[in-house]
């Protein structure tokens, strides 16, 4: 079902008159992408995890509390992981604008999407599952222990990358589903 005007297949007339990648629910899953993608980059920048040293010495204890922001977190780079989740936030919403503005491109942008949110999910997942505490002691009685907790923050920064990834899959399929069909030859009759 190609507009004789149009080459791209992608901008071919849909129901109700919209075209390619221009409507209701492709803009809905673009805005949900977008919206993560800008969780993502706050969360980027929250503390990520509370790092309690404990040192017990005799009957003496000194324990020092510590906030570990994503910028500090290098559980994946050596230079902060919350960067990199940062930029892949800011990925995923460039691509989500490209894939509402340029329908030729909307399928690969939509692609890109996906492995932006699957990175960040898995970089605050790997930060989630690293284990960090740690406990010990010496010949001389003194003993050490490491306690971390992960925050709301590092949390929401893997369930937002689920949603810009399930958001453009589910894209993936919409447009997927429209470049197909308008492939198929019309049925005769």
Not at 138 to 157: E, H, K, M, N
Not at 178 to 189: K, N
Request: proline share 3%.
């Amino acid at each position: 079902m190609m507009d004789e005007n149009t080459k791209d297949p992608q901008m071919a007339p849909v129901r109700g008159g919209e075209t390619g990648s221009n409507t209701p629910l492709t803009g809905a899953l673009l805005v949900i992408c977008c919206l993560a993608g800008t969780g993502i980059i706050v969360l980027s920048f929250l503390t990520w995890m509370d790092i309690k040293f404990t040192e017990v010495v005799g009957e003496d204890t000194l324990t020092i509390v510590t906030h570990v922001k994503g910028t500090d977190a290098s559980g994946v780079t050596t230079f902060g992981d919350g960067y990199v989740t940062a930029a892949f936030g800011a990925f995923a919403i460039v691509l989500a604008v490209v894939c509402r503005m340029a329908s030729r491109w909307g399928f690969y942008a939509a692609a890109g999407i996906a492995v932006a949110g699957l990175c960040a999910a898995g970089i605050a997942f790997y930060n989630l599952a690293y284990d960090r505490a740690s406990s010990g002691s010496s010949a001389f009685g003194i003993s050490v222990q490491v306690d971390v907790a992960r925050t709301a923050a590092l949390w929401g920064l893997m369930a937002l990358g689920i949603v810009v990834a399930g958001a453009a899959f589910l894209l993936l399929a919409v447009l997927w589903r429209r470049v197909s069909s308008d492939r198929a030859p019309e049925p005769e009759g």
